[in-house]
């Protein structure tokens, strides 16, 4: 059922402008080209493209403008009136193909699904097209990240926040990977993003005069003793190797968060959030 006529017609108007096909084979190149995209960095490199899946993600990456090559849909799960509204106001619309249900529980990659996958245009991190809209920026740098789920959670702690931007410096997992995609619950898309070397990211930092305070055990104090009020960065390393010297070295000041019990560290994503929230909390106060 269509709530109105304009939904109707726009939808009719999809179906022969695009005549939505209808994929009832795990043979279609089509399903080939989202299984290569789901798993391997190097097709997605290569291409340009990458898998999404999910409507709360498809929405917040037609929020954030990327352009929708495919949109894959299975109809027990979504209405062609959803699928339709989804790009209200959209001037290009993308390709439109139904799949059967066992089409679908070959490309699904949650366990839990709604419906939709689509392959989506990549867009450009690097650090020349970041733009910071305050002179006091709140900045979360992870250096080296590799676990899929400690990148989404990072990217999750950040939209809460609102950071200004996440660096990631050295990257060493695609950032279209679907762990992350997934475990970010599409925050992906919601934070402003970019990567690059430690020598670029500390550059860019020091162009743009922001403070370095990195996550570390020597020489370092208290977080709840710090000023993050002016321009900051918050540098987090892996839990393994912990950061670079090259990042200690270029420190304004080590922080670190003290234990009470048998530990000496957290999860990385933990201990940035904490640090993250204390920058939050003193800037509630100005």
Not at 9 to 38: A, D, G, H, W
Not at 97 to 113: D, N, P
Request: some cysteine; proline content about 3%; glycine content about 6%.
């Amino acid at each position: 059922m269509f709530h109105s006529k304009s939904q109707q017609i726009r939808f009719i108007y999809i179906c022969r402008m695009y005549e939505i096909k209808q994929i009832t084979s795990v043979q279609n190149p089509l399903v080939k080209k989202i299984c290569s995209l789901q798993e391997k960095s190097r097709e997605r490199k290569k291409t340009g493209l990458f898998v999404l899946e999910g409507i709360r993600e498809l929405k917040l990456a037609l929020k954030a403008k990327y352009t929708i090559e495919t949109i894959f849909f299975q109809s027990d799960f979504v209405s062609e009136t959803q699928l339709t509204s989804f790009f209200d106001g959209t001037e290009t619309l993308p390709q439109f193909a139904g799949v059967s249900k066992g089409v679908y529980q070959k490309i699904a990659y949650r366990e839990s699904t709604e419906g939709i996958i689509a392959i989506v245009n990549a867009t450009s991190h690097t650090l020349t097209n970041l733009k910071l809209s305050t002179k006091k920026p709140l900045i979360l740098v992870a250096e080296a990240p590799e676990k899929p789920g400690n990148i989404g959670a990072l990217l999750r702690t950040a939209d809460a926040a609102k950071l200004d931007a996440v660096i990631i410096a050295n990257p060493r997992t695609d950032l279209y990977n679907p762990n992350i995609i997934r475990s970010s619950v599409g925050c992906l898309f919601t934070n402003q993003l970019a990567t690059g070397t430690t020598d670029e990211v500390l550059q860019f930092l020091k162009k743009n005069e922001i403070q370095v305070y990195c996550a570390a055990l020597s020489a370092s104090v208290s977080y709840v003793t710090v000023d993050f009020t002016g321009p900051s960065a918050i540098v987090v390393g892996t839990e393994s190797t912990g950061l670079s010297d090259t990042w200690l070295k270029n420190s304004n000041q080590n922080v670190l968060i003290p234990m009470q019990g048998e530990i000496d560290s957290m999860n990385v994503s933990v201990s940035a959030a904490i640090l993250i929230f204390e920058g939050k909390r003193q800037r509630s106060f100005q």
